[in-house]
T-cell receptor
């Protein structure tokens, strides 16, 4: 059974800081997902990647398949980035099940 | 714009009541999922469905049942609500990836509803 571990569990940063959230998993996957959940509940998909690096605005996601590790970086953090960031992995099966990490709660102070 | 909707954002019920949580998606997705989310435990899969009238148990199905009579609608039923079912409930859907040829990892992307915060008193 694949385990997905995230660190840190909680993170407080000052506005403008560079932020890194880490995710490790235990067995081979077809894709890794980074999700964002704002207070209020709704979850949105930020990235889905199976190799290398993806960038969207101030967000960067990287994955190292050999080391079974991914990082989510936020450059020039802003209070609106405050949210729970969730890492999840999938195996490419037709039913699309995901295995989720427990999430990292990020708070960015002005 | 793709959309997954849930029938209620907040719900308060009494112990022993039968509770229905409805989820509707407008993306013609084959797969639909029900999760609950609790502090410190993350998202846990209750049930999923990969086709109309088909259902599979997830990691924590006890105390729950589901119904999928139409492709766009997936219902979660608490037959007799208990206080330990107080939680945030999230529905999601994803397209079917197929069983032949090379699977695209994009087909595993799940689209989530806004969540229902259920309190059982």
């Amino acid at each position: 059974k694949n385990e997905v571990e995230q660190s840190p569990q909680n993170l407080t940063a000052q506005e403008g800081e560079f932020i890194t959230i880490n995710c490790s998993y235990s067995v081979g996957i077809s894709a890794l997902h980074w999700l964002q959940q704002h207070p209020g509940g709704g979850i949105v998909s930020l990235f889905m990647l199976s190799s290398g690096k993806k960038k969207h605005g101030r967000l960067i996601a990287t994955i190292n398949i050999q080391e079974k590790h991914s990082s989510l970086h936020i450059t020039a953090s802003h209070p609106r980035d405050s949210a729970v960031y969730i890492c999840a992995v999938s195996y490419g099966g037709s039913q699309g099940n995901l295995i989720f990490g427990k999430g990292t709660k990020l708070s960015v102070k002005p | 714009d793709v959309k997954v909707t849930q029938s209620s954002r907040y719900l308060v019920k009494r112990t022993g009541e039968k509770v229905f949580l409805e989820c509707v998606q407008d993306m013609d997705h084959e797969n639909m999922f029900w999760y609950r989310q609790d502090p410190g435990l993350g998202l846990r899969l209750i049930y999923f469905s990969y086709d109309v009238k088909m259902k599979e148990k997830g990691d924590i199905p006890e105390g729950y049942s589901v119904s999928r009579e139409k492709k766009e609608r997936f219902s979660l039923i608490l037959e007799s609500a208990s206080t330990n079912q107080t939680s945030m409930y999230l529905c999601a859907s994803s397209p079917y990836a197929g069983t032949s040829g090379r699977l695209s990892s994009s087909y595993n992307e799940q689209f989530f509803g806004p969540g229902t915060r259920l309190t059982v008193l």
